[in-house]
């Protein structure tokens, strides 16, 4: 009996079509919107192991000890890259990762049990605090633990427009997201920006802000408390594009 | 021949279920996507990321269970194991230290050791403790919380305890049953003789290299496509699930144990992430809830559940996902009490 082993063709086609679309997603650089750059290493052997078994697998089609027919397991494999053309990949919205509520978002990464404090850079009393990639996590930390120590000095940061429905008319959240591990763990973080001609922005665009941070009380409906809470009042508001690395990795 | 049949059977039933359930997540997602924009495309990116994070350790999951069905000798394991029934789980559940792979990869390692003689109990304390005691979970989970040692000794200590209690009850009272489930094609007769001829036929047909990756390929055709299922719902999950009613149950000392485990089971995060949400939740859910989202997520979630089903026989996994459920739950509930 010598029939050709389509269950085998198609694994093997399969496999070949899910190290391609890897191998294109590394080369286009658009990995780093699905998962943490650190898991790269993993999955570039990941990419030559899928490569391996493809071409194992389609040594098997012709031999005649082993016969597998084509399965709705076959057919399940085709989701994912289906989808994946159908749907180019692009940094998750707001919309979407809205659903923890305005509080987790302001408060975002930052827990109440961080004992000791990691050093700032670039704190000297006059100095501008510019909020980049690198401390984005350990300022807003900062902002949240010891309020008082910032109010009145002047920031920088760089962040995509966020409106949530329950912000007054002059208020916008600046906002990053955050990825741990992969897309389906990021979440949205920010900072409270106070900006009168607030209209003129719209969500989801990408800027700059400059402003000075004050201090504002804020009623959280979880703990049924008031609590005291950083935000910025932004006197300049700049355009830009959107940066080559859209997340946060910490 | 029966043999042949009985799988047959098994398949067309099993399909069945899987196809009633992606037509039913099909038309769920499309209905969602037409009232909410932008629903799918974020859906797609969550799927594909949960898919390509987990991709290198399922593969390496195939690999190193290929490598212990081909060249582990059951006589050679039978020789390894402790004498004491007892000791020989609770040296199973500290093998993390040893082979610190995470969740995915661990289901189809625990089915080839179970096929070759090592006793349940050992097994399912293996595959429960694996995915929290080991050092690189542990590292995450203490660079989670800021350096809080107690939360991951606890979260240590709580796992290993679950693991060595759940092995140690299912060892006994599911003595007579044999849990693992033959699945791939060719294989079957082989596995049912058991034991050491597993080795390339000395008439030269395939290397060992060849073997090996053709074993790993089939692994990996079953273990992937429940990984699909799993990211796929997972994905879901994330997507449609307001965040505000599980907070709503927060400072609540039994709902809140459940509302977390609810969670953890259901978004099947990797087990080096999950404490960076934990984290998140620390002021506004009780102590003993986020311990229990700490120590369910690595041993039981919705996709590893699914890889379960397909290695593993029906009993023995509603057997397992119950008694579990109830342990870490006890667990919560006590920690709540103790005032965590």
């Known amino acids: 009996m010598r029939r050709a082993n389509a269950g085998a063709l198609l694994w093997s086609l399969l496999l070949g079509l899910a190290a391609l679309s890897i191998l294109y997603l590394f080369l286009s650089s658009k990995l780093a919107l699905f998962i943490h750059p650190r898991m790269e290493k993993a999955l570039a052997l990941a990419v030559v192991m899928l490569l391996l078994l493809s071409v194992s697998t389609w040594r098997q089609v012709r031999s005649s000890e082993t016969y597998s027919p084509i399965s709705w397991g076959h057919i399940l494999f085709l989701l994912p890259l289906l989808l994946a053309l159908m749907y180019p990949p692009q940094m998750l919205t707001p919309e979407i990762l809205s659903q923890k509520g305005l509080f987790g978002v302001l408060r975002g990464p930052v827990a109440n049990l961080n004992e000791e404090q990691r050093p700032l850079p670039a704190l000297a009393q006059d100095q501008t605090i510019v909020i980049d990639d690198e401390n984005f996590i350990s300022i807003m930390d900062a902002l949240w633990s010891n309020t008082d120590t910032y109010v009145g000095r002047e920031v920088e940061m760089l962040g995509f427009v966020y409106i949530d429905p329950v912000l007054g008319p002059q208020d916008f959240v600046l906002a990053r997201l955050i990825m741990t591990c992969c897309a389906a763990d990021a979440q949205m973080a920010g900072l409270l920006c106070r900006y009168p001609e607030r209209n003129s922005l719209v969500p989801g665009q990408w800027i700059t802000v400059r402003g000075t941070i004050g201090k504002l009380p804020y009623y959280n409906g979880a703990e049924k408390t008031v609590i005291e809470m950083p935000y910025l009042e932004v006197f300049q508001v700049r355009k830009v594009e959107k940066p080559p690395q859209e997340y946060i990795y910490p | ?340």
Request: charged residues 10%; proline residues 4%.
């Open chain 2, 1 to 340: 021949m029966r043999l042949r049949e009985d799988r047959a059977l098994h398949v067309t039933r099993n399909g069945f279920w899987v196809l009633l359930m992606l037509v039913l997540l099909g038309s769920g997602l499309v209905w969602i996507g037409s009232a909410r924009a932008g629903f799918l495309q974020g859906f797609t990116m969550m799927f594909l990321g949960i898919l390509l994070e987990a991709l290198p350790f399922v593969l390496l999951g195939a690999l190193i269970s290929s490598l212990v069905h081909l060249h582990l000798n059951a006589d050679a394991v039978a020789h390894m194991l402790p004498k004491n029934p007892q000791l020989g789980i609770c040296a199973a559940a500290l093998l993390g230290f040893l082979v610190p792979v995470c969740e995915c990869a661990i289901v189809p390692i625990t089915r080839s050791l179970v096929r070759k003689g090592v006793p349940l109990g050992m097994a399912v304390a293996f595959l429960l403790a694996v995915p929290i005691v080991n050092p690189i979970v542990l590292a995450s989970t203490y660079y989670a919380f800021a350096g809080a040692w107690g939360v991951v000794l606890l979260r240590a200590l709580c796992g290993f305890l679950v693991a060595v209690f759940v092995g140690d009850y299912l060892g006994s009272r599911l003595k007579d049953h044999y849990p693992a489930r033959n699945t791939r094609f060719h294989e079957t007769e082989e596995w049912e003789h058991g034991h050491s001829h597993n080795r390339p036929p000395a008439n030269g047909g395939l290397t060992a290299v060849r073997r090996l990756l053709e074993h790993t390929s089939e692994e990996f055709f079953g273990v992937g496509r429940y990984l699909i299922i799993g990211a796929a719902l997972s994905a879901a999950l994330q997507t449609l699930l307001p965040r505000q009613w599980l907070a709503a149950v927060g400072q609540s000392n039994l709902l809140s144990v459940v509302a977390l485990m609810f969670l953890a089971y259901g978004l099947s995060l990797c087990s080096e992430a999950d404490a960076f949400i934990a984290r998140t939740f620390v002021g506004h859910f009780t102590g003993g809830s986020i311990l229990a989202f700490l120590v369910l997520g690595p041993m039981l979630d919705l996709k590893g559940t699914l890889l379960l089903t397909d290695a593993f026989s029906g009993t023995f996994v509603r057997r397992l996902a119950a008694t579990t459920f109830a342990a870490v739950l006890a667990l919560g509930l006590l920690a709540n009490c103790f005032g965590f």
